[in-house]
């Protein structure tokens, strides 16, 4: 049997809406600091290989892992970038770590957003470039019909939407990681300037700058480290169909089908009951709603009225987003996964401060690679 993996160190860049002031290489070497110093790892001695989670459109330059090694210690090391979310970029640490090619691995991602002048013509390059692209039509109005239809064949409402909205940014006030926490009404998200029907403006998650930096050991080492280890106990992802006008609008099948992976490697029966929170995409304020179901936490069409009824909320049955989420915490493009899964080590490690679970012993995180992509990933997180 492969050994098990535990994230013994993390580490962060302080996230700011727009950092004018900083390099994406500042970020990272301020996140790997922290990072190696919590797991008590020196990146020329201890580490055998480094992953960079990084998409080339958005850093604006081709094979990004020859930027990243003199930030991360990685000079004449082993690195690699993986073009996906953040949960990527851990798996492949973790498979790195069971093929027994690697003891510990480190895992980067960033977001440099402030730096992107118009952001929806690079998500236009993830369109086919024959029949979609030339439209010229912006993503979100791919979000304003999926929400559509999934309100439409789930039963949740545009209110339960808003109360995820108000919900998050008010967990977010709590988070010191959180740009964008604020008190906000039902009437304050319902009459926002609407953006793409029925999206308004406070319903989209937005940009934020900020890097994370995850230190990775395998079990027969991870208990020679200073870190505190959170072991992986399961993972799983999935990208269904990139055509538009061939996928299923009213569900998110990527995130069940990855759930399903990570709950059997997990020995996950029964998520509303083996796990005790979790952190989930909330890029939009309905994807909050679509991934619980997605997941399998609640049955279709139940997410808004565990929301009406406070089960989601810190002090519920099943606390969702206690961090803030994207909504409250700002979009990280890439690093969006990672920093779920910062969160979710926190709650764990028993140091998220103020917005601290008690007696969490194991969490999902799960991400969603943005529009127009149906890709995403899920990891299960769990102590000793």
């Given at each position: 049997m492969p050994e098990r993996v535990a994230i013994v160190g993390v580490g962060y860049s302080d996230i700011r809406s727009i950092t004018p002031g900083l390099s994406y290489k500042e970020m990272m070497y301020e996140a790997a600091v922290r990072a190696y110093e919590d797991a008590g790892v020196n990146p020329r001695k201890d580490v055998d290989s480094f992953i960079s989670v990084s998409e080339d459109f958005w850093e604006g330059t081709s094979i990004f892992d020859e930027y990243i090694p003199d930030q991360l210690g990685a000079a004449l090391r082993p690195v690699h970038t993986v073009s996906g979310d953040g949960i990527h970029g851990l798996a492949c640490a973790a498979m790195l770590i069971h093929t027994g090619r690697a003891r510990v691995v480190v895992v980067e991602g960033h977001s440099k957003h402030s730096d992107m002048r118009t952001p929806a013509h690079i998500h236009n390059f993830a369109y086919d470039p024959i029949y979609h692209r030339p439209l010229g039509a912006h993503p979100h109005h791919l979000a304003g019909l999926e929400m559509t239809r999934f309100l439409f064949e789930s039963g949740?409402?545009?209110?339960?939407?808003?109360?995820?909205?108000?919900?998050?940014?008010?967990?977010?006030?709590?988070?010191?990681?959180?740009?964008?926490?604020?008190?906000?009404?039902?009437?304050?998200?319902?009459?926002?300037?609407?953006?793409?029907?029925?999206?308004?403006?406070?319903?989209?998650?937005?940009?934020?700058?900020?890097?994370?930096?995850?230190?990775?050991?395998?079990?027969?080492?991870?208990?020679d480290l200073a870190g505190d280890p959170i072991w992986?106990?399961?993972?799983?992802?999935?990208?269904?169909?990139?055509?538009?006008?061939?996928?299923?609008?009213?569900?998110?099948?990527?995130?069940?089908?990855?759930?399903?992976?990570?709950?059997?490697?997990?020995?996950?029966?029964?998520?509303?009951?083996e796990l005790d929170f979790a952190e989930v995409d909330d890029s939009f304020s309905y994807k909050e709603l679509e991934h619980l179901e997605a997941l399998g936490i609640c049955r279709h069409g139940e997410a808004g009225g565990w929301l009406e009824d406070g089960l989601t909320l810190p002090g519920g049955d099943f606390p969702v987003n206690v961090s803030g989420g994207s909504l409250g915490g700002g979009h990280l493009l890439e690093a969006t996964g990672l920093h779920r899964v910062h969160e979710v080590v926190l709650q764990l490690r028993g140091q998220a401060g103020e917005n601290q679970l008690p007696d969490v012993e194991r969490g999902l995180a799960q991400s969603w690679r943005n529009l127009p992509t149906t890709t995403g990933c899920v990891v299960i997180l769990e102590r000793a």
């Open positions: 949740n409402t545009r209110e339960h939407c808003a109360l995820v909205v108000k919900k998050n940014m008010a967990n977010a006030l709590l988070n010191p990681r959180a740009v964008y926490g604020a008190r906000v009404s039902l009437r304050d998200v319902l009459e926002a300037p609407p953006t793409f029907s029925p999206l308004g403006e406070l319903d989209i998650a937005r940009p934020a700058d900020g890097g994370f930096v995850m230190v990775l050991a395998g079990e027969s080492v991870a208990g992986i106990a399961g993972y799983g992802w999935c990208t269904e169909t990139p055509a538009i006008d061939s996928r299923l609008w009213g569900e998110a099948i990527y995130a069940q089908l990855a759930a399903k992976q990570a709950y059997r490697m997990a020995g996950i029966t029964d998520p509303f009951r």
